[in-house]
C-alpha cells in the first residue's frame, strides 16, 4: 500500500514537471535561410541559440513534397530520397548531434503536412498519385495561398505521412515530432472529391448543406476525420518512443477550425498532444496581448500547462520585429502565465546579441 501510494506520488510530480517545463524554441527553416546548408553553419546556429538561452530547436525536414534528411519513404513514394540540396548530407543527424551536444533538444518539424507543392500544380507527387489532390466545390485542385493540398481524408497521404514520421522517430534520436497549421489540416474549401461528399452523406450529414465550406456540421465533420488522424500520429510516435514530444503549432482559435479545419482545443481535450504552440502572430504589443486574453478564456488552467504561443519575429515580406517589441511579447506571456515561447523564425534571432531573457522573463 505504502509503495502504491509512493508511486502515485513520483508520478504525479513527474507529470507536473512534465507539463510545467518551460520550452523556449525556434523554427529552423531551409527557406529565406541557410543554417542546413552545411555543419558548420548548424553548429553555429546552435551556439547562437544557447547563447540565447532557448531549449528547444524545431528543424524542418518536410517542406515542398521533399525531405531535407535522405528517406528511404520518400525513395519508395517518389524515387527520390532527399531534396537534391543537400545530396550527400544529412542535415537532420548532424542538427540532433549539434544540438544534443550542448543540451538542446531537436524537433522534426513536418512543416508542409498535408500541402505537397508550393505554385506547382504538375509536382511529382501529382504526377505519381492524382488520386491524392485535393479538390474544392468547383472540382478543381485545392490550392489556397499558393499552396497546393491533398485530400487529407485520403487514405493514401495519411499513410505515406505516418509512414514518414514513423521512420523519423525509428532512425533518429529525435526529441519531438511537430504538425503545424498544414498537419493535421486542411482548407476548409476541401473535401469536395465525390467519395468524401458521399462519405460525408452516408454517416448522416446534409449532404445540401456541404455545398458551403464553412456550413457548421461540414466543417465539424471534417474538423473531427483530421483530429482522428492527429490522435494517430500521437499513438503511433508514443508507441515507438513514449519520451519522444508530440507538438502542434495550429494557427489561432476559432479561425484555425474554421478556415483549416483544426479543432485543436479537442486535442487538448483528449489528450493527444504534449504541448501546443499557437500562432499568436501579431505585428505590435496591443494586438498580442489581445490575443493572450482570448487564449486564456479558451483553456482550462490544466490545459494551459500544455500551452506556449508562437511568436512572430520576421516574414519574408521584410518585416522584423524589434529587441524591444520581441522583449514586450515575452513579458505578455509571463504575465498571462505562459512561462515560454518559440519563435518564427530563426533568421530574426540570428541577429541579436545576447540572451532573449531576463530574471524577469525566465
Known amino acids: ?18 507539463s510545467q517545463a518551460p520550452i523556449r524554441g525556434v523554427w529552423i527553416t531551409n ?28 528543424m524542418v525536414v518536410w517542406n515542398n513534397g521533399k525531405t531535407m534528411f535522405p528517406s528511404q519513404v520518400m525513395e519508395q513514394y517518389v524515387k527520390q530520397a532527399q531534396d537534391p540540396v543537400f545530396k550527400g548530407r544529412d542535415p537532420l543527424q548532424e542538427m540532433i548531434e549539434e544540438a544534443h551536444a550542448v543540451g538542446l533538444r531537436v524537433h522534426a518539424w513536418m512543416e508542409f503536412g498535408f500541402s505537397y507543392s508550393y505554385k506547382d500544380s504538375l509536382s511529382v ?3 505519381t498519385y492524382p488520386g491524392w489532390a485535393g479538390r474544392n466545390a468547383k472540382g478543381h485542385h485545392l490550392q489556397k ?3 497546393y493540398w491533398w485530400n487529407a481524408l485520403h487514405p493514401g497521404p495519411r499513410q505515406f505521412l505516418k509512414e514518414l514520421v514513423e521512420e523519423i522517430v525509428m532512425r533518429y534520436d529525435i526529441d519531438g515530432i511537430q504538425g503545424d497549421d498544414r498537419l493535421p489540416a486542411m482548407p ?17 450529414g446534409d449532404q445540401q448543406g456541404a455545398l458551403d465550406p464553412k456550413q457548421a456540421d461540414w466543417v465539424q465533420w471534417r474538423a473531427d476525420k483530421l483530429s482522428a488522424f492527429g490522435q494517430e500520429i500521437y499513438q503511433l510516435v508514443k508507441s515507438h518512443k513514449a519520451t519522444c514530444l508530440v507538438t ?31 500562432q499568436l502572430y501579431r505585428y505590435n504589443a496591443d494586438a498580442y496581448e489581445k490575443l493572450l486574453k482570448e487564449l486564456n478564456l479558451q483553456l482550462t488552467p490544466d490545459q494551459r500547462r500544455k500551452v506556449f504561443p508562437g511568436v512572430l519575429t520576421s516574414l519574408g515580406d521584410g518585416y522584423q520585429a524589434s ?30 546579441s545576447g540572451s532573449l531573457y531576463t530574471e524577469t522573463t525566465k
Open 248 to 278: 502542434w503549432s495550429p494557427s489561432i482559435y476559432p479561425w484555425s477550425k474554421q478556415e483549416y479545419l483544426q479543432d485543436w482545443p479537442t486535442w487538448l481535450r483528449d489528450g493527444y498532444a504534449d504541448y501546443i504552440f499557437p
Open 145 to 147: 495561398n499558393g499552396f
Open 31 to 58: 527557406t529565406g535561410s541557410t543554417v542546413l546548408n552545411s555543419r558548420q553553419q548548424i553548429r553555429d546556429a546552435v551556439m547562437q541559440c544557447k547563447d540565447q538561452g532557448l531549449t528547444d530547436l524545431f
Open 1 to 18: 500500500m505504502i509503495k502504491k501510494f509512493i508511486f502515485l506520488i513520483a508520478s504525479f510530480i513527474s507529470l507536473t514537471a512534465f
Open 125 to 127: 507527387w501529382n504526377k
Open 188 to 204: 476548409s474549401e476541401g473535401g469536395y472529391e465525390s467519395e468524401t461528399v458521399h462519405a460525408y452523406g452516408n454517416q448522416g
Open 323 to 352: 529587441r524591444t517589441l520581441l522583449n514586450r511579447f515575452i513579458e505578455l506571456n509571463r504575465t498571462y502565465g505562459y512561462n515560454g515561447e518559440v519563435f518564427f523564425y530563426y533568421e530574426t534571432l540570428n541577429r541579436l
